[in-house]
């Protein structure tokens, strides 16, 4: 019993650190239609100025977290001018060609100005130290992990069914030149969707750090687990990001402790269960 | 036929222009059939795949564990190998077609990494992550060797292409190639017309696997060696980049996208080995900025003669 | 910026060259590394190792000039290796080849050499069967069994009976499963559990829960350097493991010197055996490191590949001196065959029958040095190991 | 019985909604039947329930004396139970010739063959060429279909159709959409549709209704309130009150 319960905290942090950081991706393809394939791209620069502001000049976490979202999201909004806007709308193989040239380049411009080494970011010491849940012990920034996770979902549901944001946000994702005749600035909101997504991406890097170590490789180590997630969960749902993060995560967490020398075999088979299953993902919106 | 006689002659011309390059243009041939393979299912029935290269390295393996059992005529290779891929591309379909769009793609990369984990797993037929060294491969026709300067394997690869273009050729001409142009497009039309979709894609999945299949075992003997690089997500989102570069739905779109990345990766890699990926991913976006639909697209529009649609849903 | 130009001017050269050959005594050394990719540390970390070489020794041999050609390879893919290795031989008219990061890789390149006539100095690739491919081989690394056998003693020594084994899911990983259990057993040692953990394993508290349940006295783990090393001795600490007392033993793949900044306070305490630590206690590493540091362009990111590139270019010196200049893959391996000479990480020879380097091996333990940085601090000498892979086989 | 076609109680609820109830109807051979209805009478799920497009929930479709309601859409085609599309459905990069190809090379189960040419395929080009002809179509058989007026893709559809060799025949609107100068020549086609087929009209343009149907049925609220005479439907009080019931809710509700 206690193992169970120690094996479902590490499957419920883990899960929570794939959903801050995917759920940002599943916003982008599911609500603006872009598959982001940079999403990860975008932690990673998060996760280099938080370890610049929190390492090098000896800020405080809070502080570095602020500065990586606001760091990233003014990096991504030229992006998002000059190449983003270009691809709105185009066909889902464009949109992957383009996000993975920008992938390659803030790899490799990341590889030449930052070098090839893992980078940390110190935690502070009340999350550093492991904490006594009873049960066992576990490390603090796992249980802020798992509270970010809880109060990011709550936030973005909160946003996108009951702000007016969220109304012109929906209305535009459901039909772009309707919403524009209704006097919503489409193009306002995409961008403001945008930066809300990228912002999402840097706080996951930043948070998820511990799980997925800051690195050049980065944005395209982790590529596949996001894709995965984000359809599993049914691209632009929140429920379904959570689901899909919780159960997988459990999956991988379980199948490692039980067989690990299996344990991709598991996460895999799940997957095409789960899809096999549910084609449009957990809470996937008809086509 | 004016298009095989030009890449008869290109690839000729490849054999007299860089006669020291002919490893490196095997493998650009290998790499091409994979790139055609995933046209056939993506460019033409509209089945975007981000794990062809299990086809591919179903091939690669079944070519390599039957020469290092003795099996080393390269022509049965390149047999085993195509067989090997068509019954994975069987069930790679079987699998892949029970969704669509993005879970469809999910699928894919699914099953590739199952294929990469199995293996992994099976080191024992398959040398595991330390790759299947020792492939003896005979003389083709026993008489020409594959050697250090790779110009068998090259004339072979690039005979083994021609055959498989001429074919695909064929194909994508005949009233199935037709009837899956038509389910990309609409298959709810398609089977108001009385035909039946997944059989007829499926069918597709066994040719694309032969062809890829047959890359690998082309890359198997070529290389002597198989790594578990040819059954990688890598290998096969890279195969998907370079056919989207290159264009989708024409033969002609899978072989320039192949060529062009492949050429560019390895003239920058060679000038600046450390920092040549933000190169690759300039090239990348300029082609989406400059040419949606992909290279073949590009040119289309340039001769004032493509109205084709651009690019291809998913 | 002063690398890559020099990079661009060596390309640019080999292509000039290429063609005419009034520079016909130049020898030319081709290096094929993962200078981008996931592994861009440490293919960085061969041509710091070359680099300084170059630097301390010169750029000429008996008036032969030496030319380096980098060809990238970032992950494993023996295609790619083989197409470099040819190419480098054929059009760039190579007469050594070095480097080489992975085994397939490694095999890939073996079967072109006696027809190129050129010797394959290896700087890495760590699978004992590579020597058995091809007698053109040499190798100035290590193998996974030759670095990891020491431990068995090692933890027998320190009192621990049972350990578990948890190890990543390839060929090195199992390499250096089968070696320990080995060495420890036959030491008086019991391996009660032999975990292998899928490569891309991103959360390590499952394997510290199966750990913990095993009873073992210690861990013994191998996991490749760069990410993943990160997370298993981050979960290691935070799951309590290490404060419970048990003991953690690993090859020095994972405590490689340009993880330890990120690692932290966490590995503290940790113990490697390695044939190199960048703190090694010599002038000849003293002198290496200064070069190296200034080659990689900061001591942070370097690690124990560039060690291994800066013999394999002592080794490849060796061979133009006694061929002086001409290509004769043969002569020049058998001049190499038993040389021993000083090398950053200790004395060294090669190795007359298997052409694999021997080497001290050190058990080391992560500590913390004056200036509050981390450092493998050697701490026990293992004089003269051969490999134990070859040496069984 | 001699009915060709026949549909017994077909019902269909989506959730707690029925859109479609207790639908039953006949037709001989040769029959030019008009279904008729206001919008969302359930006009187009009828026919999708009919083609095997979607699963009803209770209720049979019975085609020549074989029950082929467990059918899927695929089969019952080839039973010579064909539709066209209210939204035609072409294929903007073919042309009409190959559309008809393709159609004639599938029902005589050559459309999967890879290793036949599909261009200038001689077995099928005799009876293309007719189709098309007979359609008014051979000027623009070349033409990629995107690039045609919108009244001869409607014609197309019909072509498409026609290439199966149909038993019974469903036009979902086929003159939806059609600049009124057209309409005349979707008329002249459908007049000369082959006698001996059943053919089941869902239309609009009440002009085009009387001149065709011999037989009218008129559904609302997913039901049948009416089954006569073209002539008798001006007249019936189900009927106005079920299009005119419209208006009036309409207005009341504005």
């Known amino acids: 019993m206690q193992t169970i319960l120690s094996i479902a905290i590490d499957a419920f942090a883990y899960g929570m650190a794939l959903f801050i950081i995917c759920i940002g991706l599943s916003l982008t393809m599911g609500l603006m239609r872009v598959v982001n394939l940079a999403h990860g791209a975008f932690a990673m620069i998060a996760g280099y100025i938080a370890s610049y502001a929190a390492r090098d000049l000896g800020l405080g976490y809070a502080v570095a977290i602020f500065l990586a979202i606001i760091g990233t999201v003014i990096i991504s909004i030229p992006l998002e001018r000059l190449l983003y806007r270009r691809i709105y709308g185009s066909p889902e193989l464009t949109q992957v060609l383009m996000t993975i040239g920008i992938t390659f380049c803030i790899i490799g411009i990341t590889n030449y100005f930052f070098g090839p080494t893992l980078k940390s970011i110190p935690l502070p010491g009340s999350l550093s130290q492991p904490v006594d849940v009873g049960i066992r012990t576990i490390a603090g920034h796992r249980l802020f992990v798992m509270a970010c996770g809880v109060v990011v979902a709550g936030g973005l549901w909160y946003l996108i069914e009951k702000t007016d944001f969220g109304i012109k946000l929906r209305a535009t994702v459901d039909n772009a030149a309707m919403a524009d005749a209704l006097g919503v600035r489409t193009q306002v909101i995409y961008a403001i969707s945008f930066a809300i997504a990228i912002g999402l991406a840097a706080l996951g890097g930043v948070v998820g750090a511990e799980f997925l170590p800051i690195e050049p490789y980065y944005a395209l180590r982790y590529m596949v687990t996001f894709l995965v997630v984000v359809s599993v969960g049914g691209a632009g749902s929140i429920p379904g990001a959570v689901v899909a993060c919780l159960l997988l995560g459990a999956v991988d967490t379980t199948g490692r402790y039980l067989m690990p020398e299996f344990g991709n075999f598991f996460f895999y088979a799940a997957v095409i269960a789960i899809v096999c299953v549910f084609p449009r993902g957990f809470f996937g919106r008809a086509q | 036929m004016a298009g095989v006689i030009l890449i008869i002659a290109a690839g000729l011309a490849g054999y007299w222009l860089f006669p020291d390059n002919l490893a490196l243009l095997t493998r650009v041939i290998a790499v091409a059939l994979l790139v055609l393979s995933l046209d056939l299912i993506t460019g033409y029935c509209g089945v975007a795949s981000l794990g062809q290269a299990s086809l591919f390295g179903a091939g690669a393996y079944a070519a390599g564990i039957a020469c290092v059992n003795g099996v080393t005529e390269p022509v049965t290779l390149v047999a085993i190998g195509a067989v090997a891929g068509a019954m994975a591309g069987l069930l790679m379909g079987t699998i892949m077609l029970r969704a669509h769009g993005l879970a469809q793609l999910v699928l894919s990369i699914a099953i590739v990494q199952l294929f990469h984990e199995a293996a992994n797993k099976a080191s024992a037929y398959t040398g595991g992550s330390d790759g299947l060294a020792g492939l003896m491969v005979s003389p083709l026709f026993g008489v020409f060797e594959f050697d250090l300067w790779g110009r068998t394997a090259y004339l072979f690869g690039l005979a083994l292409l021609v055959v498989v273009f001429v074919v695909l050729k064929f194909i994508v001409s005949s009233p199935f190639g037709m009837l899956c142009r038509g389910i990309k497009q609409d298959p709810v039309r398609i089977r108001a017309m009385g035909s039946y979709v997944f059989p007829v894609l499926l069918k597709m999945f066994v040719i694309s696997g032969a062809v890829a299949g047959t890359g690998g075992a082309l890359a198997a003997i070529s290389t002597q060696v198989v790594g578990l690089d040819s059954v990688s997500f890598e290998l096969s989102a890279n195969a998907l980049v370079m056919l989207v570069l290159g264009g989708l739905g024409t033969l002609y779109g899978a072989l320039v996208g192949t060529v062009i990345f492949m050429g560019f990766e390895h003239v920058v890699s060679a000038i600046n080995p450390f920092h040549w990926m933000t190169m690759v991913g300039a090239l990348l976006i300029a082609v989406v900025l400059a040419a949606p639909g992909g290279l073949t697209g590009l040119y289309e529009t340039l001769l004032g003669t493509g109205k084709r649609a651009k690019g291809g849903r998913t | ?393 | 019985m001699s009915d060709l076609f026949r549909v017994e109680g077909l019902t269909k609820n989506f959730g707690g909604l029925a859109v479609s109830r207790n639908i039953s109807l006949s037709m001989p051979a040769g029959e030019r039947l008009a279904l008729i209805g206001p919008n969302g009478a359930g006009k187009t799920t009828f026919v999708n329930l009919v083609t095997g497009q979607i699963r009803p929930s209770a209720g049979r479709v019975v085609l020549n004396g074989e029950d082929v309601t467990r059918f899927g859409a695929v089969p019952r085609v080839r039973k010579g139970l064909v539709r066209t599309f209210q939204v035609t459905r072409l294929f903007s990069q073919m042309t009409p010739e190959e559309h008809v190809t393709l159609t004639v090379l599938q029902r005589e189960g050559k459309a999967t063959r890879i290793l036949s040419r599909f261009t200038g395929n001689s077995e099928v080009s005799g009876e293309v060429e007719s189709i098309l002809s007979t359609l008014g179509l051979l000027d623009v058989a070349r033409r990629r279909v995107g690039e045609i007026a919108y009244g001869q893709q409607r014609l197309l559809e019909i072509g498409i159709a026609l290439a199966l060799q149909p038993k019974v025949l469903l036009l979902d609107e086929p003159a939806a959409g059609v600049p009124s100068s057209d309409t005349p020549r979707i008329e002249q086609a459908l007049e000369r549709l082959p006698p001996s087929l059943a053919v089941l009209m869902i239309e609009h343009d009440m002009d085009l209704v009387f001149r065709f149907a011999k037989r009218v049925v008129v559904l609302a609220a997913g039901e049948i309130i009416f089954e006569g005479m073209p002539s008798d439907v001006a007249a019936n009080e189900k009927v106005r009150e079920a299009y005119l019931g419209n208006y009036a809710h309409a207005r009341s509700v504005a």
């Not at chain 3, 005594?25 to 300084?52: C, H, M, R, W, Y």
């Not at chain 3, 013994?220 to 997370?231: M, N």
């Not at chain 3, 061979?319 to 058998?334: N, P, R």
């Open chain 3, 1 to 393: 910026m002063k690398v890559s130009r020099k990079v661009l001017g060596a390309a640019i050269g080999a292509l000039l060259a290429g063609t005419v050959s009034a520079y016909a005594d130049t020898i030319k050394v081709g290096i094929i590394g993962p200078f981008s990719g996931p592994f861009a540390l440490q293919g960085k970390n061969f041509q710091a190792g070359v680099e300084a070489y170059m630097a301390l020794n010169g750029k000429s041999v008996k008036g032969h000039d030496i030319e380096v050609i980098y060809r990238d390879l970032p992950a494993a893919n023996p295609a790619q290796s083989r197409a470099l290795a040819q190419e480098l031989v054929v059009k760039d008219k190579v007469q050594y080849l070095g480097g080489v990061y992975f085994t397939p890789d490694a095999m890939a390149i073996t079967p072109l050499l006696k027809q190129a006539n050129v010797p394959l100095v290896i700087f890495n690739a760590a699978t004992s069967a590579i020597m058995t491919q091809s007698p053109l081989v040499v190798r100035t690394s290590f193998t996974t069994a030759q670095t990891t056998t020491p431990l068995g003693k090692i933890a027998v020594e320190r009192g621990v009976k049972k350990v578990i084994s948890a190890v990543s899911d390839y060929g090195p990983g199992v390499d250096a499963e089968v070696a320990f259990k080995k060495a420890f057993e036959a030491a008086g040692g019991q391996v009660v559990e032999a975990i292998r953990m899928p490569l891309n394993t991103n959360d390590f508290s499952p394997i510290m829960q199966r750990i913990r349940d095993s009873g073992a006295e210690a861990v013994f783990a191998f996991l490749p350097s760069g990410p993943t090393t990160l997370g298993f001795v981050k979960a290691y600490n935070e799951t309590g493991l290490k404060q419970a007392g048990i003991k953690f033993f690993a090859p020095g793949d994972l405590t490689q010197e340009s993880d330890l900044p990120a690692l932290g306070d966490g590995a503290l305490g940790l113990m490697t055996t390695f044939h190199y630590a960048v703190s090694h206690d010599s002038p000849e590493n003293k002198t290496f490191v200064e070069a190296a540091s200034k080659a990689i362009g900061g001591a942070d990111q370097l690690s124990f590949p560039s060690v291994g590139a800066y013999d394999g270019m002592h080794v490849i010196y060796k061979m133009i001196e006694a061929t002086d200049g001409k290509q004769d893959a043969q002569k020049a391996v058998d001049a190499v065959k038993g040389l021993s000479w000083t090398s950053p990480r200790g004395p060294v020879s090669i190795d007359a029958e298997t052409r694999h380097i021997t080497e001290n091996i050190y058990l080391r333990e992560v500590t913390k040095g004056a200036d509050g940085k981390t450092y493998n601090k050697e701490i026990q000498t293992f004089p003269n190991q051969k490999d134990p892979g070859l040496a069984t086989q």
